[in-house]
């Protein structure tokens, strides 16, 4: 039902707070919808909605890397007294930048999905045929 519908049908009403609810409530919901739609939303904030998803992209694999160095880097264990909990803290950073594209992912999949493409590209190594899979 549109804006003028509602109003036409409510405007015989005595009740003119009624029909002022109603116009705020769209002003905002038409405001809301076009903060949150592509269509409404600047290039300013795609732009920014990409820099903050870079910048988890390479946190995540800054800690892939340390994470990587700690597990095949026996040279210089001396210097972590407690391995243990430094490998346990890589992982959980790599989750919650995980945790945080995805997020970004669903809020804003239409932005972020080449990227996230890319990711898990970079991620899965390609098949040298000696599987036997097509």
């Known amino acids: 039902m549109s804006y ?6 409510n405007g015989n009403t005595k009740n003119s707070q009624i029909n002022k609810f109603i116009h705020i409530l769209y002003i905002i919901l038409e405001y809301k919808s076009n903060l949150y739609y592509n269509n409404g939303m600047n290039e300013a904030i ?3 909605i ?3 998803y870079y910048e988890f ?10 994470l990587e160095v700690l597990l095949q880097q026996t040279v210089g264990v001396g210097d972590h007294a407690n391995i ?3 490998i346990k803290k890589k992982y959980e950073e790599i989750d919650k ?3 945080l594209l995805d ?4 809020q804003h999949h239409d932005i ?4 996230t493409d890319q990711r898990k590209a970079q991620e899965t190594k390609e098949c040298d045929d000696s599987c036997g899979c097509d």
Request: proline share 0%; glycine share 8%.
């Open 4 to 9: 003028n519908q509602i109003m036409e049908t």
């Open 46 to 48: 795609k732009t920014a």
């Open 50 to 52: 990409k820099g903050v």
């Open 57 to 66: 992209c390479g946190k995540r694999m800054q800690a892939i890397a340390d």
């Open 84 to 86: 243990c909990e430094d």
């Open 97 to 99: 930048y995980n945790s």
């Open 103 to 106: 997020t970004m992912n669903e």
């Open 112 to 115: 972020t999905m080449g990227e």
